[in-house]
């Protein structure tokens, strides 16, 4: 799994592994943490919501995912 992260924020996933240590059918928790001054906007990728900053992903192949943070201003 590899994660992007335009703008300032963070993203973890749960249960931690290493990007190429989970197993076909494994489910990951995504959960996007914006830095002070910034919002979670939305997912992009192999997620797509706008509503929600967790999301869950089955690993069913390589999976790309960005987590887009906007300005509070």
Known sequence: ??????????VTLSPPQPTDGYAAGDNVTLTAEAAPGYLFSRWEGDVTSSQENTALVMMNGNKSVTAVFNPTV
């Open 1 to 10: 799994m590899n994660t992007a992260t335009p703008g300032s924020g963070t």
